[in-house]
């Protein structure tokens, strides 16, 4: 299947789904928190799957790895005045 066909098949799955929900809120009633859940859940498939179609719909353009310069000069050592050495305990004081 392509990707169109796919998400057609999910749209379909969720104009399904929300006739169902639809069909629950009359026979349960609309105004408990689990039925509001529900219908909002539903609600958020339906708009992330918009979402989704308009992404699919747009070229994918390659993607460049960015890169990161790491200079090969050396750190500053004032950097880690304040650490200790880490396994050896502080500069000051002697392992038992």
């Not at 918009?50 to 790895?65: D, F, G, I, M, V």
């Not at 960015?66 to 200790?84: A, G, H, R």
Request: charged share 30%; net charge negative; hydrophobic share 35%.
């Amino acid at each position: 299947m392509s990707v169109h066909d796919d998400l057609t098949s999910v749209q379909r799955s969720l104009d399904d789904l929300s006739r169902s929900v639809g069909r629950l809120e009359q026979q349960l009633g609309g105004g408990g928190l689990e039925m509001r859940r529900v219908r909002t859940d539903a609600d958020h498939l339906r708009e992330s799957l918009a979402l989704l179609r308009e992404a699919a719909a747009q070229p994918a353009a390659p993607r460049k790895p960015e890169l990161v310069t790491i200079p090969d000069t050396p750190y500053d050592d004032s950097l880690w005045i304040d650490t200790d050495d880490e396994g050896l305990g502080a500069r000051d004081r002697h392992a038992p």
